[in-house]
């Protein structure tokens, strides 16, 4: 059975932002890249559960050289997503001590995940260290960091899918769409990853 590609959303989502097409050719010239960059070598793929996993899946399945792919988990802010406070959940099970290290994650917006796991691997002694995001609001941002491979701008609406949940639900819709704003209470002036 074929995914269609852009299904029935039922009024899930009020519209489809990316389609699974344009997601896939996006990974797939994310992975062309990586892959030129890192000829003649293996690369350490590390995904930022639990988003980061579906764009992982795809984009090493994009990347030529040799790859090996581990999981980084670290707890949510909490009460106060902006208190730097983090925990980790789940521990690489792997060294990365004098590997090439790629990190991949799937959306980047206030840079304070990708902030808190560059630091904490860089730590270990990577021979290098690289971050691959899939979505990016870099109007977001309130730390500045590297990224060296970047694949698509986010406006700021509340979307699912490709990895993005609302309530743990829907990353595994094959695109991105804004939801609908039926689902969560319309009072609230805030978005719901603000509250
Ligand atoms: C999302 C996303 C990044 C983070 C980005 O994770 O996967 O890890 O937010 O936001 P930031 O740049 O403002 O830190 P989330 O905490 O929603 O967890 P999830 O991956 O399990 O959905």
Redesign the pocket.
């Known amino acids: 059975m074929s995914i269609p590609e852009v299904p029935d959303v039922s009024g899930l989502v009020t519209e489809v932002l990316l389609t699974a097409g344009q997601i896939q050719t996006t990974v797939r010239d994310l992975g062309a890249r990586i892959s030129a960059d890192y000829a003649g070598r293996e690369l350490s793929l590390v995904s ?5 996993t579906f764009f992982l899946v795809d984009l090493a399945r994009a990347i030529e050289v040799p790859v090996t792919i581990d999981f980084f988990g670290i707890s ?2 909490g009460a106060d ?1 902006h208190s730097g406070v983090v925990r980790i959940t789940k521990d690489l099970d792997e060294s990365i001590e004098g590997r090439d290290v790629l990190l991949v ?11 808190y796991i560059r630091r904490a691997l860089e730590a270990r002694g990577p021979a290098s260290l690289r971050t691959c995001v899939l979505f990016d609001r870099p109007y ?4 500045d960091l590297p990224v060296e491979y970047r694949g698509l701008e986010l406006p700021d609406l509340f979307v699912v899918g490709y ?3 609302w309530q ?1 639900k829907y ?1 595994n819709l094959p695109y991105v769409g804004v939801l609908n704003p039926e689902l969560y209470d319309p009072s609230r002036t805030r978005m719901p ?1 603000q509250a």
């Not at 977001?140 to 730390?143: C, E, G």
């Open positions: 930022i559960l639990k988003g980061g949510s802010y997503r994650e799937d959306i980047v917006d206030t840079g304070l995940t990708l902030g977001r941002r309130i730390v990895g993005l949940d743990q990353r990853w």
